[in-house]
């Protein structure tokens, strides 16, 4: 009988090998064939031609040079060559008698086989203005001092307030290597000057850690591009919006991952700033109610609400945050901690530890 079920978990041990080799190396290939059949012809009635004599018909626009200027519009006459103009004009908030412009088509007909096209008309519109500056109504609607702070855009700055020193990023400008963002920051940090201002916090668009499945890592690259140096330099807090919820993380940092040692999930770090997403201010979107399962480790507290904090600077040690919760008129705290000091006082407080 022994020896019956060694045999037995020999083999078992053998298929579960097989089971291991034939499928480690292998991704999944789905089982779904789409059947093979000719698709039904669309009826032609389904397409009726637009009414009115030998109106335009088959319109067709695309884009007509290089740059983005110009466009090609084209459309077919079913029964004789005109009109073969296209007028158009400059779209202006409350000027309704804009100057008008005509554009000739060059017209042409083919047949093929049995086939007698109509009339095909081709007019290129030209010297057409771009609309191409990004964040217009950001840049019109909100002034800040970012000249002050030597930076070439008023997307980053930074300024100082009391004890702290803030530095504003852009999540959507770049921030690549070499970029002006990039450059701007690495001079910036260099000039942060802990004693007179002990605090350093940095605001960012979209959170580099945000356990909510709306938006989820979209972050990322920045923070891989940025994480080290905000470790290095001891920043405090971090404070991003993007995901309409409230989520505050312990101090963590995850900036050992090369891809090949294995080192992807963030880890305690007390050199790492805390991230605050506060992005709850309210927004017609509605709240961002879809938060990952389990809570991360590295998510110290979230809530699902429009809310907002303080943070009120002691001295050059401590700080005491609070995130109030805002429901039906009443401001309710929901979250509270005490900061220590990253550069002067790097002890871990007591509602930071990891869990
Ligand atoms: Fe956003």
Not at 80 to 88: A, D, I, S
Not at 217 to 234: A, D, I, Y
Request: proline content about 6%; overall charge positive.
């Amino acid at each position: 009988m022994a020896h019956t079920s060694g045999m037995w978990v020999a083999t078992a041990f053998c298929l579960c090998l097989l089971n291991f080799a034939g499928t480690c190396n292998a991704g999944i290939t789905s089982k779904y064939v789409r059947k093979l059949y000719a698709s039904q012809e669309i009826p032609k009635e389904y397409f009726p031609s637009p009414p009115g004599f030998n109106a335009p018909e088959q319109v067709h626009i695309t884009q007509g040079d290089y740059e983005g200027r110009s466009m090609i519009i084209s459309w077919v006459t079913p029964l004789h060559p005109n009109p073969n103009v296209v007028t158009y004009w400059e779209a202006k908030n409350g000027h309704k008698h804009s100057h008008k412009h005509r554009a000739h088509a060059k017209t042409t007909t083919y047949r093929y086989y049995n086939y007698t096209s109509g009339f095909i008309h081709h007019a290129t519109i030209r010297r057409l203005k771009e609309e191409n500056t990004p964040f217009k109504p950001y840049m019109h609607r909100y002034h800040v001092p970012y000249k002050a702070a030597k930076s070439t855009s008023p997307l980053w700055y930074s300024i100082k307030r009391a004890s702290a020193h803030i530095i504003v990023l852009s999540s959507y400008s770049a921030y690549g290597k070499y970029t002006p963002q990039y450059n701007w920051l690495q001079q910036e940090l260099a000039k942060v000057n802990r004693s007179l201002t002990p605090w350093l916090i940095v605001l960012v668009h979209s959170p580099w850690y945000n356990s909510n499945n709306y938006h989820y890592m979209e972050g990322e690259s920045m923070r891989v591009m940025f994480e080290p140096w905000l470790v290095q330099n001891k920043v405090d807090i971090v404070f991003a919006g993007h995901v309409h919820s409230y989520e505050r993380s312990h101090r963590i940092s995850n900036v050992q991952y090369n891809i090949t040692n294995g080192l992807s999930a963030p880890v305690k770090d007390a050199s790492a700033p805390v991230y605050i997403t506060i992005g709850d201010g309210g927004n017609i979107e509605g709240i961002a109610n879809n938060f990952s399962d389990p809570q991360p480790s590295y998510s110290a507290f979230r809530e699902a609400s429009f809310g907002h904090a303080m943070l009120e600077i002691k001295n050059r040690t401590h700080a005491y945050y609070t995130w109030h919760r805002n429901q039906d008129g009443e401001r309710t705290a929901a979250d509270s901690t005490w900061f220590y000091n990253r550069y002067w006082y790097p002890h871990e407080e007591p509602t930071s530890s990891m869990v």
